[in-house]
């Protein structure tokens, strides 16, 4: 029976369905691991297919390499190694973890709580196990759930009534601004069993999910003993000796958490970076207009991309104040990233002749608004077909919530790192960014965001003497009414209750169903807050529901 262990949990950044490639991040870390002496070394959850894998798990063909990959692992010298990964068994098809040492799978768990809600469908694909039997494995009793095995007692409870002394739990487990309070709430429920956790979490983007890493370890008593590093790829060396038959932790390293505006950057960065480079665009293209969305969308570009592959293209129009031009360039400019004008007047007056037959006796209004938008995104999916990059859409929260935003044209996009993050988070991005003096990613350091551009008024620009609030109320009222009905799903007569104004309550709900139909045909964008349009809210297009009117 040993009484010491070097564990190693690895931290890393699987690509979902490549499982050649995640085979081989496997295979390097197990190596670091087996320099730095390790007994055995710990992978997140299904890291041979990537996670979430949704339907993939569906075709035979790719829970067979997997299979493949691990018969392939097992061949290999190394330490042992906990690695996660789809299993079918018996017509069955599982979420599991292997557990390989000596040249052979030792034992395999399923895991047994499968989540349903939120981000999250796996009882779509998955065949739920049975409760997990702790794993004898040279003399110590591993109890191995997996990531929603520990968000409940269930598994614990059993796990520890069977005699586990050291939890093992591989994860696939998205960030979210809460995550932090969220984990720590959930795994004290079962704390009083006095087992040691040891929690290793993947890491990168993954199409609107973004994975923290931040892995971490408990002792007996719940104090954190050991954190990865969070937004990055890791290996964490940990020494534990069993005394008086409790595993202690007698040496790791501990990270500082990431928290606030610096995880909500890292997020969007990171998730913007690898939704780019996964998918192999060389780079990004975006509508430069003098605005806050646009401004911050650069500068998370550049922090994720490095300056020279982001491009952002200027594309007045008779209304582009002057402040705009000269506030797009010095932004373009104190990024470091290539910038270029494209007068697209022309194509504006080009429609506008074309339509003048049809549109004859009619007041200009909203038809000529988004004429001008379409003819800018039709720019950028010009460049984007033409030179390769990636178009990067702009539109923030608020924005999305409420429909102020034109379908193929500024919602044109391959991506959008502002999708969940509403106007007033965006201000106090940019005023965060500002003031930073160490680098947080590939871009520049210090003012990259002009001080107009955030305290000018915004305007989309497109009339004369156009602002936001002609047609929408303060952003600080209007964020406030959407993080209550989205975010809380809030009674209407809460906000009223609250102060707010009741007609303007029943607008903002009334634009917030009606524009479901265009949140639809949005590009992604990471996931930030608690519920984010797409994966987490899921409204129907037709609907006629509404709270206010109900109540009235």
């Known amino acids: 029976m040993t009484s010491t262990l070097r564990i190693a949990s690895a931290q890393i950044n699987p690509i979902v369905g490549d499982v050649a490639g995640n085979l081989d991040l496997v295979r390097a870390c197990r190596r670091q691991a087996a320099d730095a002496r390790a007994d055995l070394v710990v992978f997140p959850e299904l890291t041979l297919i990537g996670y979430p894998p949704e339907d993939l798990v569906l075709k035979p063909a790719a829970v067979a390499a997997c299979a493949e990959a691990l018969e392939s692992l097992c061949a290999e010298p190394g330490p042992a190694m906990l690695v996660g990964l789809p299993w079918r068994d018996d017509g069955r098809l599982y979420n599991a973890v292997a557990l390989i040492d000596e040249g052979a799978v030792q034992a395999l768990r399923f895991k047994h709580e499968l989540p349903n809600y939120a981000v999250f469908d796996e009882k779509r694909v998955f065949d739920a196990g049975p409760l997990p039997a702790p794993v004898e494995w040279r003399g110590v009793r591993l109890g191995l759930p997996i990531c929603e095995d520990i968000w409940f007692e269930t598994s614990p409870r059993y796990l520890a009534g069977q005699g586990a002394d050291l939890f093992i739990s591989i994860n696939g487990s998205p960030w979210r601004r809460t995550i932090e309070a ?15 956790l040891i929690f290793v979490n993947q890491v990168g983007g993954q199409d609107e999910l973004v994975f923290d890493g931040a892995s971490f370890s408990w002792d007996a008593t719940g104090r ?5 590093n969070g937004f990055g790829t890791d290996l964490g060396i940990a020494d534990w000796e069993r005394q008086d038959g409790v595993w202690h932790c007698v040496r790791a390293e501990r990270a500082d958490t990431v928290a606030g505006l610096d995880a909500d950057w890292r997020a969007m960065t990171l998730a913007l970076a690898d939704y780019v480079n996964k998918n192999g665009f060389p780079g990004v293209v975006l509508g430069m207009s003098g605005g806050i969305d646009s401004a911050i969308s650069a500068a998370i570009a550049a922090d994720a991309l490095g300056p020279d592959r982001v491009w952002a293209v200027m594309m007045p129009s008779k209304y582009t104040s002057q402040a705009s031009l000269e506030d797009a360039k010095a932004c373009a400019e104190a990024l470091g990233v290539r ?15 074309m339509l003048a037959p049809v549109f004859t006796g009619r007041e200009p209004d909203a038809s000529e608004e988004n004429i001008q938008s379409r003819v800018r995104g039709v720019t950028l999916m010009a460049l984007s077909n033409k030179f390769g990059p990636m178009v990067l859409s702009t539109g923030n929260k608020s924005e999305m919530a409420v429909g102020y935003a034109t379908l193929y044209g500024d919602m044109n996009g391959g991506y959008n790192a502002l999708k969940d993050v509403y106007k007033t988070e965006v201000y106090a991005l940019a005023r965060w960014r500002n003031g930073l003096n160490a680098p947080v990613g590939l871009g520049p350091v210090g003012e990259v965001i002009p001080e107009r551009i955030i305290t000018k008024a915004p305007s989309a620009e497109l009339k004369p003497d156009q602002t936001d609030q002609d047609t929408l ?18 009674d209407p007569a809460a906000l009223v209750a609250a102060g707010h104004d009741a007609a303007t309550v029943a607008r903002i709900e009334n634009m917030l169903y009606r524009a479901e139909y265009k949140r639809r045909q949005a590009p992604p964008g990471v996931k930030i807050g608690p519920k984010n349009f797409g994966r987490d809210r899921r409204y129907p297009i037709t609907n006629k529901f509404r709270a206010s009117k109900t109540k009235s």
């Not at 109320?473 to 809030?490: F, H, K, M, R, S």
């Open 473 to 490: 109320p303060d952003y600080d009222a209007l964020d406030a009414i959407l993080e209550c009905l989205v975010e809380q799903e809030g």
């Open 339 to 353: 910038y270029d004008i494209i007068d697209v007047e022309p194509a504006i007056a080009a429609f506008g002749d």
């Open 224 to 228: 954190e003993v050991q954190r990865l």
């Open 182 to 196: 969220d984990r720590r709430a959930a795994f004290t429920r079962w704390a009083d069993l006095a087992i040691p």
